[in-house]
């Protein structure tokens, strides 16, 4: 997931670039202060369940915990791992000056090296916040006060984490209408008065009836449902 996370993180500018206002307007604005909070508490979280008679077992993850961004940065985030029917929990502490993880019970600290690949992380999750997916917005509405909600494009969002993630599979024009046809996505977005981001929700359906390729490089995903939740608490700027 280290590639992924940023993107994933990325997904809240699901409007930067397309400006205007309305709906779009408010996604905008709040596209624009995502880069801007420096702390609060997140949760994360990516749940995929397979509908397949070979694979039915949710699997994903749920990560939750404060953070602070800065020169040196701070978390104290639970990271729980879903897979074939069992959950695990690990927690993870970044102090300013050193950091440990707890696993089963041990606590082990962690080493120089560790703690830089750990703020470099912290340091691309905020540079991943500019990942433009602006062309994934097929509509935009109001759903309330500080509200917006609309569908998405899946074969555009599909197309950008297979070259984020680094995969060589591309889809061609054809097969962009093949996915769009049989699956649909919606998305949620609440930010706070002064456009913070509060919550973000994406659920998606991929299609069952995806190319010969895509199968191959999605695995498990064809025919799941997707359901990714990102909610900061108490941001501040």
Known sequence: MTRLGPLLLGVALLAAGCGGGGARGELAKTADHVGKIRSGTISFSLLVTPQTKLAHHPFGFRLH??????????????YTQIANGREATATLVLTRDGGYAVANGKRRALSSSQLAELRDAAASARQGLSVDVSHWVKSASRCGSHCVSGELDVAEAISTLLQYTGSKATLSDDEKKQVAGATRATYRVVSTGDHLLRSLDVHARLALRAPGRLRLALGRLVGARVAVRLAIANPRK
């Open 65 to 78: 915990g404060p953070f602070a961004f800065g020169e040196r940065p701070t978390a104290h985030v639970d």
